[in-house]
């Protein structure tokens, strides 16, 4: 009996803290992914790589807030120095909760974006444009 206790007590263990779904992030919380994807979300840092070569291109990019609410919808807001764009569409994760998809109102394409950490506060993900691989990271409110 005590050898199966053991045993157990091992499989939960693995089973909490052995897999993560995010390049960056905890192996546990009690937080579902979609709690923490809830929230407001506000751009801090942005990078792109391309042909092998990471640069930090914050200062070129242009502020962005974005709200994921519970009911399934988003609202994002982009900013320059020049001018202000909104957006409101719909968000989905992709099965294994390892990705959003954002579908922009009224006709949008979706846009896939891959979760690199999603945890209460902080949040990254990736996209390619082209041959360009942007990340950025967020943090919520």
Not at 6 to 33: D, P, Q
Not at 56 to 68: N, Y
Not at 106 to 129: F, Q
Request: proline share 2%; glycine share 6%; with cysteine.
């Amino acid at each position: 009996m005590r050898h199966s206790a053991y045993i157990f007590i091992a499989a939960c263990i693995t089973v909490l803290f052995g897999c993560n779904k995010y390049e960056e992030g905890s192996n546990f919380t009690l937080l579902t992914a979609k709690s923490r994807l809830v929230n407001t979300w506000s751009m801090r840092a942005v990078e792109s790589t391309y042909n092998g070569t990471t640069a930090d291109v914050t200062v070129l990019a242009p502020q962005e807030e974005i709200v994921f609410r519970k009911s399934g919808g988003y609202s994002r807001i982009l900013t320059t120095s020049t001018q202000t764009e909104s957006e409101n569409g719909t968000w989905v994760f992709t099965d294994n909760q390892t990705a959003v998809t954002l579908t922009a109102y009224p006709n949008g394409d979706p846009i896939t974006y891959e979760l690199v950490r999603l945890k209460n506060k902080s949040m990254k993900w990736r996209y390619a444009d082209g041959a360009t691989i942007f990340e950025v990271e967020f943090t919520g409110k």
